[in-house]
């Protein structure tokens, strides 16, 4: 069964719906990178062991990820529209109460509590787009989409040693989570607003499989995170246990018929590759310039501005598909010049410029591919395994290119980067096919040409 729109979402521009869904996005992207910045004032200011802190820095991280594909079946059993504002209201409270915790016990807990609303908050922004849009429209609605995770963690980075800095009123570093607090409370009004969706009337919630997934995805973060890589077994049998309790459920968490969506694996597959290059990057960058050339937290994260700045723009006006590969292609040799050159600041920050264009000529156009021939009542299951895939790539990049990193330096844990998102670039060539027919048909003979053209041609 197709979920229906009721007639509010006749009386509702599309623009305003995309500028509540998409703050709410930017809001939860802010937060998996903000606290890195002012990590060490944490620490200090609530004592924080070495391992208590990296539960502080993770702990969202962890919850978001666990929970995405649940919060996306949530959304479709009780609601999208219910769905987001229950996860407004718990991420906002739980913003609130992460600015107020006086002990790192209480400011873990609450960022836990954080990472559940947002996994509620993110499925039910792509199965409005994928619901409210089709065609160049939603190319575009996915182009903003793209600019708004892009604009979100190189902001949360800015932001972080902006209001830690300032210590407002001799807060220290609780501003960067009380900012949340009048965003999500505006955000709760406007969201009323928002379309009601009638959910399909046949979705339960497969307590089986969700257990199974959880506990999959919680073992896979946690061994790459912590260790110990034994975990990685257990996920992995976890994984086989999901997939049998799938082919006998009646209703099940991750439907195959999705899994055989045409486009939906390739794509998914090669925006994988991208994800752990993109995420492995921007974490091993960001730790150099800090810890290898002195720059302060504030001026690192201002250096991914020309990234961000591109990557946005060129989401939004050029989302072409046919251009996947060559986007790819020119991101990857960016990271090597950068991985070279980077101790010279004009020509680090002039490649920031190519590298931001050629990630954006792939992120939307990736995620248009791999939606565009899923059907709407598969929409939340969809956005659900998209976006666990997209977080859980970004885990294994700062996982294991940033080992490399402190294993073996800079420059061949960028040349990493640049492998993956090579090996993305050739995973996407069949989706830019149509870049090869203008200089096919040039190659052809006139003869053969006409021949192709067949009787209608003449």
């Given at each position: 069964?197709?979920?229906?729109?009721?007639?509010?979402?006749?009386?509702?521009?599309?623009?305003?719906?995309?500028?509540?869904?998409?703050?709410?996005?930017?809001?939860?992207?802010?937060?998996?990178?903000?606290?890195?910045?002012?990590?060490?004032?944490?620490?200090?200011?609530?004592?924080?062991?070495g391992p208590a802190l990296q539960l502080v820095l993770a702990g969202y991280t962890i919850?978001?990820?666990?929970?995405?594909?649940?919060?996306?079946?949530?959304?479709?059993?009780?609601?999208?529209?219910?769905?987001?504002?229950?996860?407004?209201?718990?991420?906002?409270?739980?913003?609130?109460?992460?600015?107020?915790?006086?002990?790192?016990?209480?400011?873990?807990?609450?960022?836990?509590?954080?990472?559940?609303?947002?996994?509620?908050?993110?499925?039910?922004?792509?199965?409005?787009?994928?619901?409210?849009?089709?065609?160049?429209?939603?190319?575009?609605?996915?182009?903003?989409?793209?600019?708004?995770?892009?604009?979100?963690?190189?902001?949360?980075?800015?932001?972080?040693?902006?209001?830690?800095?300032?210590?407002?009123?001799?807060?220290?570093?609780?501003?960067?989570?009380?900012?949340?607090?009048?965003?999500?409370?505006?955000?709760?009004?406007?969201?009323?607003?928002?379309?009601?969706?009638?959910?399909?009337?046949?979705?339960?919630?497969?307590?089986?499989?969700?257990?199974?997934?959880?506990?999959?995805?919680?073992?896979?973060?946690?061994?790459?995170?912590?260790?110990?890589?034994?975990?990685?077994?257990?996920?992995?049998?976890?994984?086989?246990?999901?997939?049998?309790?799938?082919?006998?459920?009646?209703?099940?968490?991750?439907?195959?018929?999705?899994?055989?969506?045409?486009?939906?694996?390739?794509?998914?597959?090669?925006?994988?590759?991208?994800?752990?290059?993109?995420?492995?990057?921007?974490?091993?960058?960001?730790?150099?310039?800090?810890?290898?050339?002195?720059?302060?937290?504030?001026?690192?994260?201002?250096?991914?501005?020309?990234?961000?700045?591109?990557?946005?723009?060129?989401?939004?006006?050029?989302?072409?598909?046919?251009?996947?590969?060559?986007?790819?292609?020119?991101?990857?040799?960016?990271?090597?010049?950068?991985?070279?050159?980077?101790?010279?600041?004009?020509?680090?920050?002039?490649?920031?410029?190519?590298?931001?264009?050629?990630?954006?000529?792939?992120?939307?156009?990736?995620?248009?591919?791999?939606?565009?021939?899923?059907?709407?009542?598969?929409?939340?299951?969809?956005?659900?395994?998209?976006?666990?895939?997209?977080?859980?790539?970004?885990?294994?990049?700062?996982?294991?290119?940033?080992?490399?990193?402190?294993?073996?330096?800079?420059?061949?844990?960028?040349?990493?980067?640049?492998?993956?998102?090579?090996?993305?670039?050739?995973?996407?060539?069949?989706?830019?096919?149509?870049?090869?027919?203008?200089?096919?048909?040039?190659?052809?003979?006139?003869?053969?040409?006409?021949?192709?053209?067949?009787?209608?041609?003449?």
């Amino acid at each position: 069964m197709t979920p229906t729109l009721s007639a509010p979402v006749l009386r509702t521009r599309t623009g305003t719906l995309l500028a509540i869904v998409l703050t709410a996005q930017f809001m939860a992207m802010l937060d998996t990178n903000i606290v890195n910045v002012a990590a060490a004032t944490i620490q200090t200011s609530l004592g924080a062991s070495g391992p208590a802190l990296q539960l502080v820095l993770a702990g969202y991280t962890i919850a978001y990820a666990v929970l995405l594909i649940t919060g996306a079946r949530i959304g479709s059993l009780l609601g999208y529209r219910r769905t987001f504002l229950l996860g407004l209201l718990a991420f906002t409270v739980a913003s609130a109460a992460c600015g107020l915790a006086l002990s790192t016990g209480e400011l873990i807990a609450f960022r836990f509590a954080q990472g559940v609303g947002a996994a509620l908050i993110i499925p039910q922004v792509f199965s409005f787009i994928q619901i409210t849009f089709t065609g160049p429209a939603r190319a575009r609605a996915l182009g903003w989409y793209a600019a708004v995770i892009s604009v979100g963690v190189v902001a949360g980075q800015i932001l972080g040693g902006l209001l830690s800095s300032a210590n407002l009123f001799g807060t220290g570093w609780r501003p960067i989570f009380l900012a949340n607090v009048p965003i999500g409370v505006a955000l709760l009004v406007l969201g009323r607003r928002l379309p009601v969706v009638d959910p399909p009337s046949y979705r339960r919630l497969d307590l089986p499989g969700l257990v199974l997934l959880s506990l999959a995805v919680l073992s896979f973060v946690v061994a790459l995170l912590f260790g110990p890589l034994l975990l990685l077994v257990l996920c992995a049998l976890f994984v086989v246990a999901f997939g049998l309790v799938q082919r006998s459920s009646t209703s099940p968490l991750m439907p195959l018929r999705l899994l055989r969506s045409p486009g939906l694996l390739p794509s998914l597959a090669a925006l994988v590759a991208m994800m752990v290059s993109y995420g492995g990057f921007m974490f091993t960058v960001a730790l150099y310039l800090q810890e290898g050339l002195g720059y302060s937290p504030l001026l690192a994260g201002l250096s991914f501005v020309p990234n961000a700045i591109c990557f946005g723009l060129t989401g939004m006006l050029l989302p072409r598909r046919s251009l996947i590969p060559v986007g790819l292609a020119v991101a990857a040799v960016s990271m090597v010049l950068i991985a070279f050159f980077i101790g010279d600041p004009w020509v680090y920050l002039a490649m920031q410029v190519p590298a931001g264009i050629g990630s954006a000529l792939a992120f939307s156009p990736l995620m248009a591919r791999a939606l565009a021939r899923v059907a709407p009542a598969d929409a939340s299951d969809a956005s659900g395994l998209l976006t666990t895939n997209v977080q859980l790539a970004q885990v294994v990049g700062v996982a294991t290119l940033g080992s490399l990193y402190l294993t073996s330096g800079l420059t061949v844990a960028l040349l990493g980067c640049a492998v993956m998102t090579g090996v993305a670039s050739v995973m996407s060539l069949p989706f830019g096919r149509s870049l090869l027919r203008p200089f096919a048909r040039a190659a052809a003979p006139s003869g053969s040409r006409m021949f192709a053209r067949g009787p209608s041609a003449r």
